[in-house]
């Protein structure tokens, strides 16, 4: 083994002491959840930091992408790819709602809009997709589609925290826009979510969801679930805004050092970036190609004796397990470009801790070949 190791991602932690404060305040007011202070104080930093109007805050993004499909009561299909975590499609199933597969473009490893058409049926009432590696989605292309068959667009926006294109945030796109801020995102709750609303009447349903559909202290409108993010969640999310662009800062930094060192080497594909005027350089990807002197398992397993773990994000895809493998949307010949990209892509460690000489030791071992 080398010497420390280095994991292809790790959470951003403020120095504790700065989280003293807030918890002092909690643990003044007594308040834990339920949309305590903290809470609503977040909720408006975020749509001020995001340039959103709207946003409600959740316990975690996979009950946030749940609530958002209840909120628009979608049923019977959902168009949406198969090169994710497994959350976007377990959202659906979970709905009672049945996923239809469809292949991804080769350049940024996005649904392929070209693709969408032809999957919609008289039961498709939506489109979820997901703004992979926090790369935009073709999200013109996809409202047009959208419009023209009277489509809902859900955007599973776990890796698109901050990320702007021309006209601004790219949550704005769509019917709804969920975020994850799980621990390995770029900004984190240590567990949490959001759902970006496009106005106040949709966030109101979408709290009373969240809070087991409860109005007041005798009426219930709705089968909500239990989505509330809590005080101390929230208070850390606080913090963690105050350090968010020196985390954006050096995420861009790694970025551009790999980009720069790898352009060149033969067999090692970048993926390419799309329409965004603000990045947030959440996963740095790379294919491996056969022209390259290892596969990609091979490179993967040096990683891993060298005290590097990379991953294989999205491998397998979600069209491959048990519960999905069966429907015919999942078939690989419907899916050959995200079959090939699962069986290349290698996600190499970012985070704002990463030194440059960690940043040198996986370029080393790429280039060793």
């Known amino acids: ?3 420390k190791p280095i994991y292809v991602t ?3 932690l403020p120095p504790l002491k700065e989280f003293i404060p807030y918890l002092e305040q909690i643990w003044d007011n007594k308040i834990l959840t339920n949309g305590g202070p903290m809470h609503q104080q977040l909720e408006d930093a975020l749509c001020d930091y995001l340039g959103v109007e709207h946003i409600a805050l959740f316990n975690n993004g996979t009950i946030a992408l749940l609530t958002a499909l209840q909120a628009l009561r979608v049923t019977g299909e959902v168009i949406t790819t198969p090169y994710s975590f ?3 499609a377990h959202s659906l199933l979970w709905n009672g709602i049945k996923p239809v597969f469809v292949d991804i473009d080769p350049q940024n490893l996005n649904l392929d809009p070209a693709k969408i058409e032809a999957a919609i049926t008289p039961q498709t009432t939506a489109i979820m997709p ?3 590696y926090g790369n935009p989605c073709d999200v013109k292309a996809i409202q047009r589609i959208a419009d023209n068959y009277n489509l809902r667009v859900i955007y599973d926006s776990a890796h698109a925290f901050g990320v702007k294109d021309a006209g601004g945030s790219i949550l704005r796109h769509g019917d ?3 975020l994850s801020f799980h621990a390995t995102k770029v900004f984190n709750t240590f567990e949490g979510g959001a759902i970006v609303c ?4 949709t966030k109101q349903r979408i709290n009373n969801l969240k809070n087991f559909g409860i109005v007041d202290e005798v009426t219930v409108v709705a089968p909500g679930i239990n989505g509330k993010m809590s005080e101390i969640n929230a208070a850390f999310g606080l913090l963690q805004l105050q350090h968010i662009d020196r985390v954006m800062n050096r995420r861009r930094e790694i970025d551009a050092i790999y980009r720069e060192q790898l352009s060149t080497i033969k067999g090692i594909r970048l993926i390419e970036k799309t329409e965004q005027v603000v990045e947030n350089n959440s996963y740095f990807p790379i294919l491996i190609e056969p022209e390259y002197a290892l596969s990609r398992d091979d490179l993967y397993n040096k990683f891993k004796e060298s005290n590097i773990f990379a ?3 999205f491998y397998p895809l979600i069209s491959e397990f048990p519960m999905y493998r069966g429907m015919q949307s999942a078939r690989r010949n419907n899916l050959s470009v995200a079959n090939d990209a699962a069986e290349k892509v290698l996600c190499l460690p970012i985070y704002p801790a990463m030194e440059n000489s ?4 996986i370029l080393d071992i790429i280039k060793e070949y």
């Not at 960690?358 to 030791?361: A, I, L, Q």
């Open 176 to 178: 709804l826009s969920v």
């Open 10 to 12: 790790q959470p951003y």
């Open 358 to 361: 960690d940043v040198t030791r």
């Open 130 to 132: 997901v703004h992979c």
């Open 198 to 201: 496009p106005d106040a009447k």
């Open 311 to 313: 991953r294989r994000y």
């Open 86 to 88: 497994v959350a976007t």
């Open 1 to 3: 083994m080398s010497s």
